[in-house]
């Protein structure tokens, strides 16, 4: 995951950034949408009893927003009524789809003889399943019936609201499952008087009718979000695996290829083992024969990004053990001193005698840390060595790791560590640490 920590970082911005955009925007109304009928859209005209051979008279005013509907009642025939009908479309069975709208505002003046008398809507919707286009009452009556009085504004209505008159369920004998309200293909909406008139002046004053409704619900747009958080998810994991399978293939790539450089320089070991010669004294190599390994093996590693360190190693106080008791033996701790590390290295290290007291061991494929540890086990063997004379021999010691340098470069740095653990008290180990590892 950590190759994908920026990406995945800035994709949770994003969708956090987008979710809270989203939601706000939906709060402020930005889903919402009317859908007005005016003249401008739709067609009124004037239904009243008239065709059931009544004799009320009706006129009609439309402006650009509605209309006003005048009628005297005359109650000649059984249910004398007058009503505003607004036809939606040009075609009966091709009306307009309001099944995704809420509720209707409607803004009605009705003047009437009776206070509080109320009027009826209705929003007529077309079905083959019971309507024919050769009978207009055929189309599904959705109704309600309120007082909207005189100067009281608009009032809203949830379509739910909205009932399937009885008379016209039964009439039509309409099957159960179509007797509900319904909304999908209305073409007709009509304003009526009221179910019980008296002979007298009517007015309705349509001021606004409006559908409200919402692009998305709350509903709909919180699983929108919450599915797009998961195809994220889904598909930052599905990343993350195909990462992590690419990063394994390449660490097992690396390390094949750093057992074999491994192995090669085992061999080139091996090759000049045989080849060098050792320095009489101690049995180790000598550095005057290194020189052109050490060239080879430090540009290998440099080529392959293959670690390289090197312990440089001094014996402490070595005049004075000269001094006190003589050039033999300390011959005799240079050899034992060498003989105690001989033991520690590894085949594929070259530990060679440096010159007089010091002594150098090189470590192929081997990083710093990892040659630190080695040079703090031989620094803690060699004190803890029983010599003779009650002695106590201690050593100092420099660890390196090969940059983008020189040999000669790399083992001036680790001299330079060796000087510091002496300038530091001695019997102990300094790191020449570079830049990267700081």
């Not at 979710?19 to 109304?29: P, Q, V």
């Not at 440089?312 to 003989?339: E, M, P, W």
């Amino acid at each position: 995951m950590a190759g994908l920590t920026k990406p995945v970082r800035y994709t949770v911005l994003f969708l956090v950034v987008f979710t809270c955009i989203a939601y706000t925007w939906f709060l402020l109304g930005g889903a919402k949408r009317e859908y007005v009928v005016t003249p401008v859209n739709s067609t009124y005209r004037i239904i009243d009893d008239t065709a059931q051979n009544g004799a009320t008279e009706s006129k009609m005013e439309v402006n650009k927003t509605g209309a006003l509907l005048e009628c005297n009642i005359v109650k000649k025939s059984q249910w004398p009524f007058c009503e505003i009908a607004i036809s939606l479309t040009d075609h009966v069975d091709k009306g307009i789809d309001l099944s995704d709208y809420e509720s209707v505002g409607i803004d009605i003046d009705y003047d009437s003889p009776v206070e509080g008398e109320r009027i009826r809507i209705y929003l007529r919707n077309y079905d083959p399943a019971y309507a024919n286009l050769t009978d207009p009452i055929s189309l599904k009556f959705n109704a309600i019936e309120y007082a909207p009085g005189e100067n009281e504004g608009l009032k809203t209505f949830p379509l739910r609201s909205f009932q399937v008159l009885s008379w016209w369920i039964a009439d039509y004998e309409v099957p159960v499952e179509k007797s509900n309200r319904q909304f999908d293909n209305v073409s007709i909406i009509e304003i009526a008087t009221g179910s019980y008139v008296k002979e007298a002046y009517y007015a309705i004053k349509l001021k606004k009718l409006v559908f409200y409704g919402e692009w998305i619900s709350e509903e709909t747009l919180v699983k929108l979000l919450l599915s797009l958080w998961v195809i994220t998810a889904i598909t930052v994991i599905i990343s993350d695996r195909i990462y992590l399978h690419k990063q394994i293939k390449l660490t097992e790539e690396r390390t094949q290829r750093l057992r074999e450089a491994n192995r090669a320089l085992y061999e080139k070991s091996l090759v000049f083992e045989e080849l060098a010669f050792t320095d009489p004294l101690t049995r180790t190599r000598n550095r005057h024969e290194i020189n052109d390994w050490l060239s080879e093996v430090t540009a290998h590693s440099i080529d392959g990004g293959i670690p390289f360190s090197m312990v440089f190693i001094d014996i402490d106080h070595f005049k004075q053990v000269n001094d006190l008791h003589g050039h033999r033996y300390g011959d005799n701790v240079l050899r034992r001193f060498a003989s105690l590390i001989n033991k520690r290295v590894r085949k594929s290290d070259v530990f060679a005698r440096w010159g007089g007291e010091e002594f150098v061991i090189f470590c192929p494929a081997t990083p710093l840390g990892a040659a630190a540890e080695f040079a703090e086990s031989i620094r803690d063997c060699i004190e803890q060595a029983e010599w003779d004379h009650d002695m106590k021999i201690t050593c100092s010691m420099g660890v390196a790791e090969l940059e983008n340098e020189e040999y000669n470069h790399f083992i001036e740095r680790a001299d330079k560590a060796l000087l510091k653990a002496k300038e530091r008290g001695r019997n102990r180990v300094e790191i020449a640490w570079n830049e990267s590892q700081l």
